[in-house]
């Protein structure tokens, strides 16, 4: 692999859904990769058994909390993935003690490859949550769209407090890079589903697998679900570091379903589920989301609704969860 590389890059978060994926892409690309955990006493074997990991993967523990933890994982990089983002999806801290934190943990990271001299593009993995919600009726949503977080507040969907957060994460990313000369780039994904190496069952698959984990409660998050298979999330991510002329925001999802043609795709697929019957759809609207910008740049998703759902059920049950 040593004709093939690309020098070093730096994702945070590595013990999570997509930015383990991510590790293991990268490797497959050439690149040595350096990654940060929070928890040294954590079972990171699955990160440490990738393909190539032994030769071009060097773990580092650094916390968001303490920002200054980073400069050593992100010391000699030319590439950064922001992906880490801590905490759960829901509302058990209050919102304006969780946000400041995280809004400084992200800036910190982002004074880290400022410092460091060699980062040439940091990739931040935002969220769909930063553009669906608003009120201004809007058919279809691209880049230019902001999730407005008084409305957020007024409607306290769950999640909320995650919502907030991540919009204003994004958005003071932004202004900071601006203002500072660091070229910034930030990935808008939908819900990522699909297989996954890390060892516990991703939030998100979970819930795109409702109805075939039978979790009714679930059901209210799916009126409307844009998704992307997690490797086309993981390879979008490693497009906008390579694309010279990548700038601003991009929107990436494969996928848009109501809970209603779900629920009959998964009941004609896998009729071995005992998959429910759901005519209507109830709660936030969702609208359609744009990829258009990734796409004419040249970036193609590979994976469709069948894909998602075979390989997530698939690892599922290779994990003994189904």
Known sequence: ?????????????????????????????????????????????????????SERLQIFVADLEQPDSFDAAVEGCTGVFLVAHPGAFDDKEPEEMDTKRRVNGALGILKACLNAKTVKRVVYTSSAFTVLFNDKGL????????????????????????????????????????????????????????PFICPRCPGSVYTSLAMIFGDKDQYKNLTVAPMVHVDD?????????????????????????????????????????????????????????SSKKLLDSGFTCKNGLNEIY??????CKEKGLL
């Open 233 to 289: 999330a993981a390879s979008a991510h490693i497009f906008l570091l390579e694309y010279p002329e990548a700038k601003g925001r991009y929107i990436c999802s494969a996928v848009e379903i109501t809970v209603r043609e779900m629920s009959e795709f998964l009941s004609a697929r896998y009729p071995e589920y005992q998959i429910p019957k759901i005519d209507s759809s109830e709660g936030f609207k969702y609208y359609n989301l």
């Open 139 to 194: 058919d279809s949503i691209d880049e230019s769209a902001w999730t407005d977080v008084d409305f957020v507040k007024a409607l306290k969907p769950f999640g909320a407090s995650y919502i907030i957060t991540k919009t204003l994460i994004e958005n003071t990313c932004l202004e900071f890079a601006e203002k500072n000369g660091l070229d910034f780039v930030s990935l808008i994904p939908s819900m990522i589903t699909g």
């Open 310 to 315: 075979d390989e997530a059920i698939q690892c």
């Open 1 to 53: 692999m040593a004709g093939n590389d690309k020098g070093v890059v730096c994702v945070t978060g590595g013990t999570g859904f997509l930015a383990s994926w991510l590790i293991m892409k990268l490797l497959q690309n050439g690149y040595s990769v350096h990654t940060t955990i929070r928890d040294i006493n954590r079972d990171i074997s699955f990160l440490r058994n990738l393909p190539g990991a």
